[in-house]
């Protein structure tokens, strides 16, 4: 049965830098990794680029289409893998606290995953007309139920955030349970479920499975790594 291990005051401030915050380099011990934060850095400017491809004129719509569906195929993969890296690495601290943690976890990632759906759900219902879009209630179903279901979701990009706490949330309590061994068997899923995504489960929206079933193998891939 995993325990969940007390934080005391006195080591809090390291907990938090050590268990939930970016890891560090070993040498320095107050600069992150400068390969991460490069990832990051490209990860941004592309998903900049796509979003600004995606407002080009009429005349590029076609060189346009396809560039996005370029980039996003490989910078969705990326932040996955970046966050599978960081978690192996707080979960393998040894200074990791599971309350400061899991509260972390939700008042960072779930908290505001919710609190921006429906400050989406109110904008799209003052802005958009009758018949645009969803309405207030399919919206609700798509941000408690169908969270990667685009025609309930008020936007479409938040689902990163649910996808991003599930994968977590699953990757802690493995660890919990079976240390590293629950990682590799994260992995073996996360490679079953990228193969039936095709076939299988890409029409799948409930707790933004489709979407779990896409990514969680880049997750899991960068998570299992020692």
């Known amino acids: 049965m995993p325990v969940i291990t007390d934080c005391r005051v006195g080591a809090s401030s390291r907990s938090i ?30 998903v900049v680029l796509v979003h600004a491809l995606h407002g080009s004129d009429t005349g590029t719509q076609q ?9 996003l195929a490989f910078v969705m993969p990326l932040f996955f893998m970046i966050s599978g890296a960081l978690q192996g690495k707080k979960l393998r601290s040894q200074s990791f606290c599971d ?12 908290v505001p995953f919710y609190a921006l759906s429906l400050v989406f759900a109110g904008l799209n219902v003052v802005f958009l007309g009758r018949g645009q879009g969803p309405d207030i209630w399919q919206m609700l179903r ?16 938040l689902w990163y955030l649910f996808v991003l ?13 079976m240390r590293a ?28 499975f489709r979407r779990i079933a896409q ?6 891939l960068t998570l299992a790594l020692p």
């Open 17 to 46: 830098d050590e268990g939930y915050t970016d890891f560090k380099k070993s040498s320095s011990g107050s600069s992150r990794l400068s390969y991460i934060d490069l990832s990051k850095g490209i990860g941004i400017f592309f």
């Open 63 to 71: 060189w346009s289409a396809y560039a996005q569906s370029v980039i």
């Open 99 to 110: 309350r400061l943690y899991l509260k972390k976890l939700i008042t960072a990632i779930l």
């Open 142 to 157: 798509g941000i408690l139920i169908e969270q990667s279901n685009p025609a309930l979701v008020p936007s479409g990009v």
């Open 165 to 177: 706490f599930v994968l977590s949330i699953t990757s802690y309590v493995a660890f919990k349970l």
């Open 181 to 208: 061994t629950g990682l590799y068997v994260l992995l073996c899923a996360g490679i079953l479920l990228h193969v039936l995504y095709p076939s299988i489960f890409s029409e799948i929206n409930y707790f933004a």
């Open 215 to 220: 990514y969680s193998l880049f997750y899991f």
